[in-house]
């Protein structure tokens, strides 16, 4: 007799055949599922929607505050805490089974309360977001906002374990339970929409919210599907409902219901209730899927790349990769040439071409090392010095003196203090007289006089060749280091080439708690500074300091100043340190 009581058709549930209703009862039985302990968990559920509210609220608030606060420090075991602590499955759960079994009160109950948890969470993730001192998108706010096909794949056996739990109660399925809170995640993302809203980023709220949505939809479309296939849609509740709507006091509450029952009552309606979470499902789908296929694209890019660069000569020191949204940038720094730079570049912009199927945006900066800087310098040795024509030593140090003393009364002051002449003697063209000081460029106007006027008092055509050495320091900030060192080095180069001048080098101190790239930023630049053949000239002093700082006089490198309570400090404290 219990057995066919529990048979008695709900008014709108999906028509069961004797043959269908044997199956049900088949699959029901394998887990341990009566008919009576089916009957026993709707009604469970129907008096349950209207007792405990005040736990619930309490463990929902005390859920959202949780893990907001651990999204935003970053911490996975505090969100995983708050997940454990979310009640918010079990309205969901219980909605799936009032459309399962065509209960409208049941389904009206579980929906108000669902939907005031999600207008609660996201409100209050967003108040206290404002309230935070600082905002920063942490890892786990950011595997937040770009959901996949792949994560309504898991929420999906999240459903079925959540039906499975929820038909089973007891000890043996306390972890299955637990690991389902954990897998779902439902309260990290509204959480995350809260601080979208609070920010005021809305790329961070929608992606968050496509995450909610689909683990919703995917909660009730297949918690429906696991009860209907364990029989469920047979449990007669209309007398309980009666009860429970007799005890609502008259308004929107009892016209809904009422409402919904005629609705509920149709002979499909059984179908519209799965449609509807169906159709909600199709519709996150679809950019789900989008979503998938860029990441995809993203990780066989990312890889493909990687590869180029590891397969590259290891003069390359450093390199950063980006490839995010459909864009492709590559920027690398390699000691070496600059040809030897650009043919780096158009060979990676050519192959990523071809694997990303766009146009990459790649940088190839290239440093001069130890070896590209001797060529350099053996090439101007080379052009600079005299050529091989046989003179007698006394007329050539007649000529050097004779120059010297007429420079010294027609150099223009304001060109600076002149550090070095050099005479090169070009076939059938002009004694050259290149002229090195620090100071203003002297330009063509005023070397074409200075050539006129030594050609006077030597008595013999002379052309000038300006080498000017700026006096300003090149200065730059700790990240501004490879720049820097691209301006500095050929101007720390004459401190080699000529004795009357000084380098004075500057170079940031560690910087501590900085990200790892702004360190190894920082150690590759000095070690390329290290391998500047400027540095082995005893007159180039390197020191710390606040910023990157290269300055060329023809005077000693002054004392660093002494810090506040170290003026009993020794004048050269930090001299020689840092790159040297």
């Known amino acids: 007799m219990d057995q066919d009581r529990g048979r008695e058709p709900q008014a709108g549930a999906p028509p069961a055949a004797p043959a269908a209703a044997a199956f049900q009862d088949r699959i029901a039985a394998a887990f341990g599922i009566t008919p009576e302990a089916r009957e026993a968990i709707v009604r469970g559920m129907l008096d349950r929607s209207a007792r405990g509210a005040a736990g619930y609220w309490l463990q929902l608030l005390l859920a959202m505050g949780i893990a907001s606060l651990g999204l935003v420090l970053g911490s996975g075991a505090v ?37 005031f948890s999600i207008v609660t969470v996201v409100t209050g993730a967003a108040l206290l977001t404002l309230m935070l001192p600082f905002h920063e998108v942490t890892g786990e706010i950011a595997a937040r906002t770009s959901p996949t096909a792949l994560d309504l794949l898991i929420a999906i056996f999240c459903a079925i374990a959540a039906a499975y739990t929820t038909v089973r109660p ?60 364990l029989g469920y849609g047979a449990v007669s509740t209309a007398e309980l409902e009666h009860a429970e709507l007799a005890k609502q006091k008259p308004g929107a509450i009892r016209r ?8 509920f009552g149709l002979r499909h309606g059984w179908i ?42 290891q003069s390359t020191v ?68 005299p050529i091989d024509v046989v003179r007698k030593e006394p007329e050539l140090a007649l000529l050097r003196q004779e120059l ?43 070397a074409d006089l200075l050539g006129r006027a030594l050609s006077r008092e030597l008595g013999a055509e002379v052309a000038v060749q300006d080498r000017a050495i700026s006096p300003e320091p090149i200065i730059a900030e700790p990240a501004g280091g490879w720049p820097w060192l691209q301006a500095a080095g050929p101007a720390l180069a004459w401190v080699d080439e000529v004795e009357a001048l000084h380098g004075c080098v500057e170079v940031p101190a560690d910087p501590g708690e900085k990200p790892r790239q702004d360190v190894e930023d920082l150690e590759a630049v000095r070690a390329a500074l290290r391998a500047l053949p400027a540095l082995r000239a005893e007159r180039v002093h390197v020191r710390e300091g606040a910023r990157w700082r290269a300055v060329v006089s023809t005077a000693p490198c002054a004392p660093p100043e002494p810090a506040p309570g170290d003026a009993g400090a020794p004048a050269d404290a930090g001299q020689d340190g840092g790159a040297r």
């Open 170 to 229: 007891g000890s043996d399925t306390t972890s299955t339970a637990a690991g389902t809170a954990i897998g779902i995640a439902l309260v990290p993302p509204l959480c995350v929409v809260g601080y979208g809203i609070g920010t005021r980023v809305k790329s961070i709220a929608s992606g968050a919210a496509l995450l909610f949505t689909a683990n919703l939809c995917a909660i009730l479309l297949f918690a429906i599907l696991c009860f209907l296939l």
């Open 318 to 385: 450093r390199s950063s990769l980006t490839v995010d949204h459909g864009t492709v940038a590559v920027r690398l720094v390699t000691l070496g040439r600059a040809d030897e730079a650009e043919r780096i570049e158009q060979d990676l912009r050519d192959k990523i071409a071809a694997v990303a199927g766009m146009p990459p945006k790649v940088d190839v900066i290239a440093v001069l090392d130890a070896s590209a800087l001797e060529e350099v310098a053996a090439s101007v040795r080379a052009t600079s010095a």
């Open 272 to 313: 519209f209730r799965v449609m509807m979470p169906l159709a909600l499902l199709g519709a996150v789908y679809f950019p789900l899927r989008e979503a998938l296929a860029r990441v995809s694209w993203e990780v066989r890019v990312r890889g493909a790349i990687q590869r180029m660069l590891d397969a590259l000569p």
């Open 404 to 446: 010297a003393a007429s420079l010294a009364r027609a150099w223009p002051h304001a060109a600076g203090p002149l550090v070095a002449s050099r005479l090169r003697f070009p076939e059938n063209d002009p004694v050259v007289v290149e002229v090195v000081h620090v100071g203003p460029a002297l330009g063509d106007a005023a």
């Open 256 to 263: 809904i219901a009422r409402a919904l029952q005629v609705f």
């Open 79 to 115: 969100v995983i805490g708050a997940m454990l602590i979310s009640p918010l499955m079990g309205p969901i759960v219980e909605l799936g089974m009032g459309l399962a079994i065509g209960s409208p009160f049941l389904a009206l109950r579980s929906f108000t309360r669902v939907a």
